[in-house]
């Protein structure tokens, strides 16, 4: 029968992965527009618009990473990823001791790529959108915050560089966590 | 009866020659009438060169007549434009369609990016191939549609990788997927035998050639060095294996226990699997032989060097095994002497 051919030939599909990975972005991506608005003053459409284009540019470059890394790895740690895929958990070789570590250390990692690349990103886009660094407002800072620029001695060539690296720090953050939160709960829905 | 065959007709001839020679119709006309040119170069003999560029004509013609086409018609199901990822298949076709072979990965893998080619190109840049400066609306968008792309052709790399991890693993499809987070096996697959019944079959050989129909005193004498065999046999089935490589070879190891029974011994053949697997604690998979003694005269092995006339007292060991084997979580019972 062809249709039990065709679907034979498919194999095993990554339609969870595709499913997970779309509602994990749409978080990630409200979630960013809201701080990105906020600290950047932005309308509604545009701080969507930077957070769409920054969380897509990581989620694709990450992609990137894992299939080369993936195929560089030695084959012991290579069957690790391939048990973490298919079966959601490590299986006992000789690296098991070691993954937690690397898993944590990876993740740190991860977290500070994806800053990095969520700012790069931010800045090329706005050179790309011919927009000016949007200044914030002097009215809506804090005396505190006066105090600590008079200070400094730094109000006369203040720059918006400061709000602009905050602001993406504190999306990838608040985004990572939420994302965190999610697995854990989804991890903890399977295995209970 | 006439007023509707007339107006049928009508509408095919408006459908086919249209009003404008500004129209998708145009296009596909060209692209049949380059078709047919290389066909007849083709036909006249020339250089590969000329029908290579009739035939290329002729694919990039279709891909944008059809496009334009089902842009014009506003064919356009759940709201969303077909026509970029139409002409974009097409392109793909073409393109990695006439290497054979394994085409399929690399036009799949970049089909998203050629559609997005096909939306961004002829706003980057005008009739008469000057570059274009868009609105900078335009350019988010761009970058948003790209980025779209780039992430949907690589969850059509990741869908290959998959496939390849299975190549290499192959007993990986006969596990079950219900933990994944990843993954998801389309229901009406039928799963396939796992490798490891090519290692439990080897073994059964190996094994008997060495104890079927011999003798049962030098049976016994072979069940005694338990060990040493347990060693021979696994190193015989990697030896043999060696002929299929497969990455997954090492993680199969055969292994037997033999188990008293009546006058013989049940004897259990596994493969066990020590790579990953759905259970925490791995698999594997079981094959039950009995080993038992008969009596009926030399008809087995009569070349041995015991005697040729077998007395009546004489035993032979007889090997059988069932066809089927079942697969049980974790590691066997090795040495929990069951009673049968």
Not at chain 1, 59 to 85: C, H, N
């Given at each position: 029968m062809p249709l039990q051919d065709l679907l034979f030939n498919l194999g095993i599909m990554p339609l969870r992965a595709i499913a997970f990975q779309s509602l994990l972005l749409m978080v990630a991506i409200s979630l960013e527009a809201l701080v990105l608005r906020q600290r950047m003053r932005l309308g509604y459409q545009t701080s969507m618009q930077y957070a769409a284009s920054l969380n897509l540019l990581a989620t694709s470059l990450g992609w990137v990473m894992f299939l080369i890394a993936e195929s560089m790895l030695p084959p012991p740690l290579r069957s690790q990823i391939i048990s973490v895929v298919l079966f959601n958990r490590f299986y006992p070789n000789g690296w098991v001791d070691m993954l937690p570590v690397l898993t944590v250390v990876s993740a740190m990692g991860v977290f500070f790529a994806t800053y990095w690349v969520k700012l790069q990103g931010l800045i090329w886009l706005m050179v790309l959108l011919e927009r000016a660094p949007v200044t914030a407002a002097t009215e809506s800072e804090s005396r505190h915050q006066r105090y600590e620029m008079a200070r400094r001695g730094k109000a006369a060539q203040r720059q918006d560089y400061p709000s602009r690296t905050l602001a993406v720090l504190e999306a990838n953050a608040l985004s990572f966590t939420a994302i965190l939160i999610l697995l854990l709960l989804h991890q903890g829905a399977i295995t209970l | 009866m006439v007023a509707f065959i007339r107006r049928t007709l009508e509408s095919l001839v408006n459908f086919l020659l249209p009003a404008s020679y500004f129209a998708w119709q145009t296009v596909i006309y060209m692209s049949l009438f380059s078709w047919l040119m290389s066909l007849l170069a083709r036909a006249l003999g020339t250089t590969s060169f000329t029908i290579g560029v009739m035939a290329t004509l002729s694919w990039i013609m279709l891909a944008l007549g059809i496009g334009w086409g089902l842009e014009a018609n506003r064919i356009r199901p759940f709201g969303i434009p077909i026509a970029p990822w139409v002409a974009g298949a097409i392109l793909c076709l073409f393109m990695f369609g006439s290497w054979g072979g394994e085409w399929l990965q690399p036009a799949l893998t970049a089909w998203p990016l050629v559609s997005f080619g096909v939306v961004a190109v002829p706003t980057l840049i005008s009739w008469d191939f000057r570059p274009k400066r868009p609105a900078p609306s335009v350019r988010q968008q761009l970058v948003l549609l790209f980025l779209l792309s780039l992430l949907i052709s690589s969850w059509f790399q990741f869908y290959f990788r998959i496939q390849a991890w299975i190549q290499d693993y192959p007993s990986l499809v006969t596990d079950n997927f219900d933990q994944s987070a990843f993954v998801y096996r389309l229901p009406g697959q039928s799963t396939q035998l796992s490798a490891g019944v090519t290692h439990l079959s080897m073994a059964e050989t190996i094994m008997r050639e060495q104890i079927?129909?011999?003798?049962w005193s030098s049976v016994e004498r072979w069940l005694l060095n338990e060990q040493g065999q347990r060693q021979t046999l696994q190193r015989e089935v990697q030896r043999r294996m060696a002929n299929q490589p497969s990455l997954e070879n090492d993680f199969w190891q055969v292994d037997f226990q033999p188990f008293t029974s009546g006058d013989g011994y049940d004897i259990k053949i596994w493969a066990i699997w020590s790579g990953p697997s759905a259970e925490a604690t791995g698999y594997h998979l079981e094959k039950s032989c009995s080993l038992m003694p008969v009596t009926q005269g030399a008809r087995y092995d009569t070349s041995t060097d015991m005697e040729a006339q077998p007395f009546a007292s004489t035993r032979w060991a007889n090997l059988s095994c069932q066809l089927d084997t079942p697969r049980q979580a974790g590691h066997p019972a090795r040495y929990t002497n069951r009673q049968s």
């Amino acid at each position: 029968m062809p249709l039990q051919d065709l679907l034979f030939n498919l194999g095993i599909m990554p339609l969870r992965a595709i499913a997970f990975q779309s509602l994990l972005l749409m978080v990630a991506i409200s979630l960013e527009a809201l701080v990105l608005r906020q600290r950047m003053r932005l309308g509604y459409q545009t701080s969507m618009q930077y957070a769409a284009s920054l969380n897509l540019l990581a989620t694709s470059l990450g992609w990137v990473m894992f299939l080369i890394a993936e195929s560089m790895l030695p084959p012991p740690l290579r069957s690790q990823i391939i048990s973490v895929v298919l079966f959601n958990r490590f299986y006992p070789n000789g690296w098991v001791d070691m993954l937690p570590v690397l898993t944590v250390v990876s993740a740190m990692g991860v977290f500070f790529a994806t800053y990095w690349v969520k700012l790069q990103g931010l800045i090329w886009l706005m050179v790309l959108l011919e927009r000016a660094p949007v200044t914030a407002a002097t009215e809506s800072e804090s005396r505190h915050q006066r105090y600590e620029m008079a200070r400094r001695g730094k109000a006369a060539q203040r720059q918006d560089y400061p709000s602009r690296t905050l602001a993406v720090l504190e999306a990838n953050a608040l985004s990572f966590t939420a994302i965190l939160i999610l697995l854990l709960l989804h991890q903890g829905a399977i295995t209970l | 009866m006439v007023a509707f065959i007339r107006r049928t007709l009508e509408s095919l001839v408006n459908f086919l020659l249209p009003a404008s020679y500004f129209a998708w119709q145009t296009v596909i006309y060209m692209s049949l009438f380059s078709w047919l040119m290389s066909l007849l170069a083709r036909a006249l003999g020339t250089t590969s060169f000329t029908i290579g560029v009739m035939a290329t004509l002729s694919w990039i013609m279709l891909a944008l007549g059809i496009g334009w086409g089902l842009e014009a018609n506003r064919i356009r199901p759940f709201g969303i434009p077909i026509a970029p990822w139409v002409a974009g298949a097409i392109l793909c076709l073409f393109m990695f369609g006439s290497w054979g072979g394994e085409w399929l990965q690399p036009a799949l893998t970049a089909w998203p990016l050629v559609s997005f080619g096909v939306v961004a190109v002829p706003t980057l840049i005008s009739w008469d191939f000057r570059p274009k400066r868009p609105a900078p609306s335009v350019r988010q968008q761009l970058v948003l549609l790209f980025l779209l792309s780039l992430l949907i052709s690589s969850w059509f790399q990741f869908y290959f990788r998959i496939q390849a991890w299975i190549q290499d693993y192959p007993s990986l499809v006969t596990d079950n997927f219900d933990q994944s987070a990843f993954v998801y096996r389309l229901p009406g697959q039928s799963t396939q035998l796992s490798a490891g019944v090519t290692h439990l079959s080897m073994a059964e050989t190996i094994m008997r050639e060495q104890i079927d129909g011999k003798p049962w005193s030098s049976v016994e004498r072979w069940l005694l060095n338990e060990q040493g065999q347990r060693q021979t046999l696994q190193r015989e089935v990697q030896r043999r294996m060696a002929n299929q490589p497969s990455l997954e070879n090492d993680f199969w190891q055969v292994d037997f226990q033999p188990f008293t029974s009546g006058d013989g011994y049940d004897i259990k053949i596994w493969a066990i699997w020590s790579g990953p697997s759905a259970e925490a604690t791995g698999y594997h998979l079981e094959k039950s032989c009995s080993l038992m003694p008969v009596t009926q005269g030399a008809r087995y092995d009569t070349s041995t060097d015991m005697e040729a006339q077998p007395f009546a007292s004489t035993r032979w060991a007889n090997l059988s095994c069932q066809l089927d084997t079942p697969r049980q979580a974790g590691h066997p019972a090795r040495y929990t002497n069951r009673q049968s």
